[in-house]
């Protein structure tokens, strides 16, 4: 078994592709960042199975996985639909018949994370103000349509799309 995971972070996923794949020695877990997170090398000191490549999703080659057939693909990198497509095309040759392809919020937040925005509105919900003010403004965010009651009160009803966390 051969999975692939795009985005490391903190090992959370990865962990559990781990506990998934215990009883199989020969399977591997192939992991991409383009930050050199701790708990990537932390899992690779703990599990040989698990292998880090620090280099974008979109940079993949069937090499890194040692040409082996891919059963399993994780998005949840870059986080926008171009970095997601470039790797899929990349990744299409070396997927299997039955491959399970998983994506991760990749498009529009409804909670601020990263935007710019001052410390003090971090990981609250996004505004029309908060909007205009960060990098790109309104255009980067959208009003779901039908959207309104509780939803609407409680900040539900306004996404912003990631900015490019991938140079």
């Not at 932390?42 to 059963?71: C, M, N, T, W, Y």
Request: hydrophobic residues 35%; contains cysteine.
């Amino acid at each position: 078994r051969t999975i692939v995971e795009f985005g490391t972070s903190h090992g959370f996923s990865a962990l559990n592709w781990l506990h998934a794949i215990a009883d199989d020695p020969d399977a591997r877990v192939y992991s991409y960042d383009i930050l050199p997170y701790p708990a990537a090398q932390a899992l690779e000191d703990s599990d040989p199975r698990f292998i880090f490549h620090g280099k974008s999703q979109a940079d993949f080659e069937p090499a890194d996985v040692e040409g082996r057939p891919v059963e399993l693909a994780f998005f949840d990198a870059g986080h926008l639909v171009e970095y997601s497509l470039r790797a899929f095309e990349r990744l299409l040759p070396s997927l299997t018949m039955n491959a399970i392809i998983a994506v991760h919020d990749t498009g529009l937040h409804v909670l601020d994370h990263g935007s710019g925005a001052p410390s003090e509105e971090e990981g609250l919900p996004f505004t029309e103000a908060s909007c205009q003010r960060a990098g790109g403004g309104l255009q980067h965010c959208l009003r779901f349509e039908g959207c309104e009651g509780l939803s609407d009160l409680h900040g539900f009803c306004l996404g912003r799309a990631h900015r490019p966390s991938e140079r």
